[in-house]
């Protein structure tokens, strides 16, 4: 039928999607080729987070013309969501697709082929319900596997465009969920990893269910031996959460919860639901029942109208929790969100002295936590090889370590107790016990 290729920006959801419409494609007899060889279809997966990624999916565009002038060009995603008209008139676009209607993008390719026209499906989103079942029966992935059980957001940050992009909180069908969890596991992964846009909310739309339910279903399916869950609200934790999960013996002791800004000041504009007390609170409630914990995070500088005194109040509060990692963004301003048309934004040199400054505090607390487990045995679910070292395999740990240990091809898939005897930049290096 053709060769299809794909360039894919942003999250994890992103990713699990166009894994999925990649399929959707190959049922239909396509081959899949890299995304810079010649194609007959481009499919340009995008991201609409900052306006980089609109950039950086313009630049596709206009390369994927140059490298086949007679290939069709289909952009789906977020950018194309919030900016339908706008994606619609890049030169070179044929198909426009937004956040939902994905399952119909090869017959869209395909009569844009035939009819020679050009297609935009893209809808208001505001009052959509309906999840989008975008099943992958052959993960490409090496030994996790994620799978999408939530779509959209209701929370309105003032600086997210995402509630916009992917519209109100939907949630997966929990049988779907556990059928595809399932064959996952009947094709040995082992790691499960939940995500979706907001996580946390799942089953608000459902009546009783929420995402505890997902966990302890999940662990029931023999075969999968860790849970991992993408980023969450911090506000989601309690004692009953804490209990329930780790009754199930398979939550990873890893949080990605999410923080944005160390200033109480800073979120009350941002319209985050919490507060650094409660933050701290919960953190604590976390640690009393996983001491080894990985607390990982997002922040946010440059928000406007983040003094010095905000800022450093940021980088008080992140050395005070002692995060395992932390992903630094510069704030972007997204047009249609009300951040955009805050007064006081901040120059874009202070943007990137403070991410310097915050990056770099950032590593030196992944080196104090990584120091913390030299000497120690962790259970390590070995992934690939190493591409720095022939001979090694590399993996993560239950708290989101990474560690590599001398062994062969065949521990690939495998979980096994590593004995951890030295630290090499971000990475832990161990060597594998008897088992």
Not at 289 to 305: E, L
């Given at each position: 039928?053709g060769?299809?290729?794909?360039?894919?920006?942003?999250?994890?959801?992103?990713?699990?999607?166009?894994?999925?419409?990649?399929?959707?494609?190959?049922?239909?007899?396509?081959?899949?080729v890299?995304?810079?060889?010649v194609?007959?279809?481009y499919?340009?997966?995008?991201?609409?987070?900052?306006?980089?990624?609109?950039?950086?999916?313009?630049?596709?565009?206009?390369?994927?013309?140059?490298?086949?002038?007679?290939?069709?060009?289909?952009?789906?995603?977020?950018?194309?969501?919030?900016?339908?008209?706008?994606?619609?008139?890049?030169?070179g676009?044929?198909?426009?697709?937004?956040?939902?209607?994905?399952?119909?993008?090869?017959d869209?390719?395909?009569?844009?082929?035939t009819?020679?026209?050009?297609?935009?499906?893209?809808?208001?989103?505001?009052?959509?319900?309906?999840?989008?079942?975008?099943?992958?029966?052959?993960?490409?992935?090496?030994?996790?596997?994620?799978?999408?059980?939530?779509e959209?957001?209701?929370?309105?940050?003032?600086?997210?465009?995402?509630?916009?992009?992917?519209?109100?909180?939907?949630?997966?069908?929990?049988?779907?969920i556990?059928?595809?969890?399932?064959?996952?596991?009947?094709?040995?992964?082992?790691?499960?990893?939940?995500?979706?846009?907001?996580?946390?909310?799942?089953?608000?739309?459902?009546?009783?269910?929420?995402?505890?339910?997902?966990?302890?279903?999940?662990?029931?399916?023999?075969?999968?031996e860790?849970?991992?869950?993408?980023?969450?609200?911090?506000?989601?934790?309690?004692?009953?959460?804490?209990?329930?999960?780790?009754?199930?013996?398979?939550?990873?002791?890893?949080?990605?919860l999410?923080?944005?800004?160390?200033?109480?000041t800073?979120?009350?504009?941002?319209?985050?639901?919490?507060?650094?007390?409660?933050?701290?609170?919960?953190?604590?409630?976390?640690?009393?029942?996983?001491?080894?914990?990985?607390?990982?995070?997002?922040i946010?500088?440059?928000?406007?109208?983040?003094?010095d005194?905000?800022?450093?109040?940021t980088c008080?509060?992140?050395?005070e929790?002692g995060?395992?990692r932390i992903?630094?963004?510069?704030?972007?301003?997204?047009?249609?969100?009300?951040?955009?048309?805050?007064?006081?934004?901040?120059?874009?040199?202070i943007?990137?002295?403070?991410?310097?400054?915050?990056?770099?505090?950032?590593?030196?607390?992944?080196?104090?936590?990584?120091?913390k487990?030299?000497?120690?045995?962790?259970?390590?679910?070995?992934?690939?090889?190493?591409?720095?070292?022939m001979?090694?395999?590399?993996?993560?740990?239950?708290?989101?370590?990474?560690?590599?240990?001398k062994g062969?091809?065949?521990?690939?898939g495998?979980?096994?107790?590593?004995?951890?005897?030295?630290?090499?930049?971000?990475?832990?290096?161990?060597?594998?016990?008897?088992?």
């Amino acid at each position: 039928m053709g060769k299809v290729a794909f360039y894919t920006l942003g999250c994890k959801v992103n990713q699990y999607e166009t894994e999925a419409m990649e399929e959707l494609f190959e049922k239909k007899g396509y081959q899949i080729v890299e995304s810079d060889e010649v194609a007959d279809i481009y499919v340009i997966n995008t991201c609409t987070v900052t306006n980089l990624g609109d950039r950086k999916s313009r630049q596709f565009i206009r390369r994927a013309k140059r490298s086949n002038k007679n290939s069709i060009i289909a952009v789906v995603g977020c950018y194309s969501q919030v900016a339908p008209d706008e994606v619609g008139k890049i030169e070179g676009v044929d198909v426009v697709i937004g956040t939902t209607h994905r399952d119909k993008i090869v017959d869209l390719c395909e009569k844009a082929i035939t009819n020679n026209e050009k297609i935009n499906i893209v809808k208001d989103i505001k009052g959509y319900k309906d999840f989008e079942n975008l099943d992958i029966i052959n993960v490409k992935s090496k030994t996790r596997a994620y799978i999408k059980i939530q779509e959209g957001c209701n929370q309105f940050c003032s600086y997210c465009i995402i509630p916009y992009a992917r519209g109100p909180i939907r949630s997966r069908n929990l049988k779907d969920i556990i059928e595809e969890t399932k064959r996952l596991s009947e094709a040995g992964f082992k790691e499960i990893i939940l995500t979706g846009i907001h996580v946390a909310s799942y089953g608000k739309d459902l009546g009783p269910l929420t995402l505890l339910d997902v966990i302890e279903e999940v662990a029931k399916v023999d075969g999968i031996e860790r849970i991992r869950l993408s980023s969450i609200e911090p506000t989601l934790i309690d004692s009953l959460f804490m209990e329930r999960a780790l009754n199930t013996n398979k939550l990873c002791d890893h949080f990605h919860l999410s923080l944005q800004s160390g200033s109480d000041t800073v979120l009350k504009r941002m319209n985050r639901k919490y507060t650094t007390q409660q933050y701290r609170e919960i953190v604590k409630l976390i640690r009393g029942y996983m001491p080894n914990v990985g607390i990982t995070t997002d922040i946010i500088v440059g928000f406007p109208g983040e003094t010095d005194m905000e800022f450093q109040q940021t980088c008080d509060f992140v050395e005070e929790i002692g995060f395992s990692r932390i992903h630094v963004f510069k704030y972007s301003p997204r047009k249609g969100t009300p951040a955009s048309r805050f007064k006081n934004q901040i120059h874009g040199d202070i943007k990137n002295y403070r991410s310097d400054k915050l990056i770099a505090l950032g590593n030196k607390l992944m080196k104090d936590f990584n120091k913390k487990f030299l000497g120690n045995s962790l259970e390590v679910l070995f992934e690939e090889n190493s591409k720095d070292d022939m001979g090694f395999m590399e993996g993560y740990t239950t708290n989101y370590i990474r560690v590599k240990a001398k062994g062969e091809d065949s521990i690939r898939g495998k979980i096994l107790p590593v004995k951890i005897i030295d630290i090499e930049g971000d990475i832990l290096i161990g060597k594998i016990e008897e088992f």
